[in-house]
């Protein structure tokens, strides 16, 4: 029992660790986003970031020879494709050709406790009371931060509309995902659901590109590498494995940081002001953080394939 108690904690450990790299990664994506739809079209950046990190799993599922999933495995890699690879980039897209990064900030803080509902709903789930609350807390900070420091600019808008889509189907491809990849692995969650996502993704970039083809500077082409080779791909690796070993619901919550640091990007990256009120909410959230992470595992830990 004591050895099975400690393989728990250390799954639950690893799985954090493997999901704030995740997150770290994805912090920089709205940033990224927002210099690509700035000179390159959104459909384009939407499906053409699927089509290049497609290619890249195409050759790691090569290079790795890995497994082709089962039938009922293919479905369920369908719902990540729609959630993460098809639904989140595009609604993101469309939304930021329109709105700040700080401002898709604000809605996105919303989505671990998403989340989290579909961990319970999809992955069945149940997280104890105090993550509930821990969970509910640091997501009323985050958004209460970046209302008061001028993230938001007041009022129900179209682009407002995209990014709760888009929040809802991440949710749900974050879920979904985390979940398989307790039976094929992170890696494998990311790239298959690439893979399966071709034969959409592929002629939407053709039939963009030849309507208008595709010109931008440094910057628009920075941001496109970014969001295709990392915010699409590396990301996913870490991040997925994470949700596998730690649970959806635990290891979501470590996206409540998500917003502070795409906060910290957009000054590093597009000189954004950040008021000083941000160093105390993100030393609260951290603190919504840790009581998520103590707070009794929902489900039993299986060993993920391949990891």
């Given amino acids: 029992m004591g050895a099975e108690s400690s393989a728990t904690a250390s799954a639950a450990v690893s799985g954090t660790a493997l999901g704030a790299l995740g997150v770290v990664l994805f912090s920089a ?10 000179e390159l079209n959104p459909w384009f950046v939407a499906f053409g970031r699927a089509v290049g990190a497609g290619v890249l799993a ?5 290079l790795r020879r890995s497994r082709r999933p089962s039938p009922d495995q293919a479905r369920r890699l369908l719902v990540v494709a729609v959630g993460v690879v098809v639904g989140f980039p595009l609604f993101t897209s469309l939304a930021l050709t329109t709105q700040t990064a700080a401002h898709g900030a604000v809605v996105i803080a919303v989505l671990p406790a998403v989340t989290a509902a579909f961990a319970v709903v999809r992955g069945r789930e149940r997280p104890a009371p105090t993550f509930w609350v821990a969970s509910g807390a640091g997501a009323l900070v985050v958004v209460a931060f970046t209302v008061v420091s001028g993230a938001t600019s007041g009022g129900l808008e179209i682009a407002d509309g995209f990014l709760l889509v888009a929040v809802v189907l991440c949710g749900l491809g974050y879920a979904e995902g985390g979940a398989l990849a307790r039976e094929l692995g992170g890696a494998e969650v990311v790239c298959w659901a690439l893979v399966l996502s071709l034969p959409v993704t592929l002629p939407v970039v053709l039939v963009a590109t030849a309507l208008a083809p595709p010109h931008a500077g440094p910057t628009g082409w920075w941001g496109f590498a970014y969001v295709t080779v990392v915010s699409m791909f590396l990301g996913f690796f870490a ?46 959230v951290v603190a919504c953080v840790a009581v998520t992470q103590r707070s009794r595992p929902a489900a039993p830990q299986a060993v993920l394939a391949g990891e």
């Fill in 58 to 62: 195409v050759a790691y599922l090569w």
């Fill in 239 to 284: 991040w997925y494995a994470g949700l596998g070993r730690g649970g959806v619901a635990r290891v979501g919550q470590v996206q409540l940081v998500q917003p502070i640091l795409t906060l910290g990007w957009s000054v590093l990256l597009m000189g954004e002001d950040v008021p000083p009120i941000a160093l105390v909410t993100a030393a609260l």
């Fill in 29 to 38: 994506s709205l940033p990224a986003t927002r210099y690509a739809v700035g």
